[in-house]
């Protein structure tokens, strides 16, 4: 998909991302996820990291998700 096409860009991480090539009228928002191998422990406690980290994100884009629903015209 060419960059112009894109309305919406979600960057994950510690810090916002910048992305250069992004059309000007793209909102772009930052959603602070931790970085995972920061993590301490074994790999159970690894996986548990993970895991959370994976429903974070996966309720974050349903949040995403029922916003745009709710308010189609916004975006």
Known sequence: MP???IDL???LGEKP???PGLSSRARLCHW???NPERA???ESAMQA???LLRDEIDRKVAALFL???RCPRRH
């Open 67 to 69: 916003d745009y629903w």
């Open 49 to 51: 990291v993970y895991r």
């Open 40 to 42: 301490s422990g074994g």
């Open 32 to 34: 602070p996820i931790p």
């Open 3 to 5: 960059l112009a096409e």
């Open 17 to 19: 991302a910048t992305l």
């Open 9 to 11: 860009a979600i960057s």
